[in-house]
T-cell receptor, first 115, second 111 residues
Framework: GAVVSQHPSRVICKSGTSVKIECRSL??????MFWYRQFPKQSLMLMAT?????????EQGVEKDKFLINHASLTLSTLTVTSAHPEDSSFYICSALRGFEAGYTFGSGTRLTVV | DAKTTQPPSMDCAEGRAANLPCNHS???????VYWYRQIHSQGPQYIIH???NNETNEMASLIITEDRKSSTLILPHATLRDTAVYYC????????????FGTGTRLTIIP
């Protein structure tokens, strides 16, 4: 089946530094990928839609200058959390649609801890 | 997209069928019913989807009422590994539309 690889699975960084999270579609091309954030015991919240070759579309309340998204190829989207703060600590998940009949495929998630 | 309503939690004995309900009374004609689940600290996993006919795959069965206002996901023989949060989502078939997650049902399989 379709596989979306997300890296790293866990990262700890210091306040004020930046962290890059990669999301790759391994066996299909994804013109669109989605980035979610999930706080403990809460549901997934969509942050932005990543479009290959164009600017990402951010959900209301998500700072585009803080969460930089780049979708430079049909198989790779990256999310960079800039100037990270402890409140950015969360579980970040990407997803892509391979085909309508297959549903959305999700990465395994990245646990970010900012200290 | 139409909103869905699910019970916050359910328990099911191991080996029994787990029946998870979902209400989607405002679903429109071009919207499908999707089910995903999320095991702790992992990304969500696609389970099944349907439009108006009942569907079955290797993981589960999906029963959609005739008026399409509700559906039930059935895990025929629940195992401990089925413990997860199950999300019912309705979405149109226009491709690459964003998925909006509700609060889901936390299913606990009891030994």
């Amino acid at each position: 089946g379709a596989v979306v690889s997300q890296h790293p699975s866990r990262v700890i960084c210091k306040s004020g530094t930046s962290v890059k999270i990669e999301c790759r579609s391994l066996d299909f091309q994804a013109t669109t990928m989605f980035w979610y954030r999930q706080f403990p015991k809460q549901s997934l919240m969509l942050m932005a839609t990543s479009n290959e070759g164009s600017k990402a579309t951010y959900e209301q309340g998500v700072e585009k200058d803080k969460f930089l998204i780049n979708h430079a190829s049909l198989t790779l989207s990256t999310l960079t959390v800039t100037s990270a703060h402890p409140e950015d600590s969360s579980f970040y998940i990407c997803s892509a649609l391979r085909g309508f009949e297959a549903g959305y495929t999700f990465g395994s998630g990245t646990r970010l801890t900012v200290v | 997209d139409a909103k869905t309503t699910q019970p916050p939690s359910m328990d099911c004995a191991e080996g029994r069928a787990a029946n998870l309900p979902c209400n989607h009374s405002t679903i429109s004609g071009n919207e499908y019913v999707y089910w995903y689940r999320q095991i702790h600290s992992q990304g969500p996993q696609y389970i099944i989807h349907g439009l108006k006919n009942n569907e079955t795959n290797e993981m589960a069965s999906l029963i959609i009422t005739e008026d399409r206002k509700s559906s039930t996901l059935i895990l025929p023989h629940a195992t401990l590994r089925d413990t997860a949060v199950y999300y019912c989502i309705v979405q149109s078939n226009f491709g690459n539309e964003k998925l909006t997650f509700g609060t889901g049902t936390r299913l606990t399989i009891i030994p």
